[in-house]
């Protein structure tokens, strides 16, 4: 059973669209996270949600929202999307807010044309 | 913001030979942690220490808590072609619940 899966695997979109990424975690986890992934390969935190409540909010244009329904669903939703919005998006949950073991997401590449 | 200053930032090595990377950062870190990120994958944890001088290790890897608590090394012995990937620091400083990442050290295994 895959532990935190994310929908879909690949995203190629026009400038200008609307498109959101699924996260799901199935460990019972009470905090998620997304992190976005440069071609440069580095890893940095865009957001991050305790039991369906927003704890980390870091400086991402407003086009990004999240959004929790429950505490095992995290989704990702950008509009307008931009050129640089090309990136690697990975989700990851862990325990609580303090927990430092974060188990990530396969990964959804998102190439915007 | 805080950043992490790992290094080195690819390796090209001999399937046996031993490797050695480490991350280093201008603030206190409460926790180090090591992943590994394979193609089209996301990170895995391979470690976690949460105190100073802690050494730690997983198999053929050996991760230690600088006593500083600024900096960290990871060691891979008798490296095997499955090791290549991508190996990332993260940290978590003393004021803050979120993991800061390095920018990774790409590595290399010729059989």
């Known amino acids: 059973d895959t532990a935190v899966s994310q929908t879909p695997k690949y995203l190629v979109t026009q400038m200008g669209n609307d498109k959101s990424i699924k996260c799901e975690q199935n460990?019972?986890?009470?905090?998620m996270y997304w992190y976005k992934q440069d071609s440069k390969k580095f890893l940095k935190i865009m957001f991050s949600?305790?039991?369906?409540?927003?704890?980390i909010n870091e400086t991402v244009p407003n086009r990004f929202s999240p959004k929790s329904p429950d505490k095992a669903h995290l989704n990702l939703h950008i509009n307008s999307l931009e050129l640089g919005d090309s990136a690697v998006y990975f989700c990851?949950?862990?325990?609580?807010?303090?927990?430092?073991?974060?188990?990530f997401g396969p990964g959804t590449r998102l190439t915007v044309l | 913001g805080q950043q992490l200053n790992q290094s080195p930032q690819s390796m090209f090595i001999q399937e046996g030979e031993d490797v050695s990377m480490n991350c280093t950062s201008s603030?206190?870190?409460?926790?180090w942690l090591w992943y590994k990120q394979d193609p089209g994958e996301g990170p895995v944890l391979l470690i976690a220490?949460?105190?100073?001088?802690e050494l730690t290790s997983n198999g053929r890897l050996t991760a230690q808590f600088g006593i500083t608590r600024k900096d960290s090394f990871l060691n891979i012995s008798a490296s095997i072609p499955s090791d290549v990937g991508i190996y990332f620091c993260?940290?978590?400083?003393?004021?803050?619940?979120?993991?800061?990442f390095g920018q990774g050290t790409t590595l290399q295994v010729k059989p």
């Open positions: 990851a949950s862990s325990q609580d807010g303090s927990a430092d073991t974060q188990y």
């Open positions: 460990l019972g986890h009470d905090t």
């Open positions: 949600y305790n039991n369906k409540e927003l704890i």
């Open positions: 603030s206190i870190f409460n926790t």
């Open positions: 220490l949460y105190k100073a001088g």
């Open positions: 993260a940290g978590r400083p003393s004021n803050t619940g979120k993991l800061i």
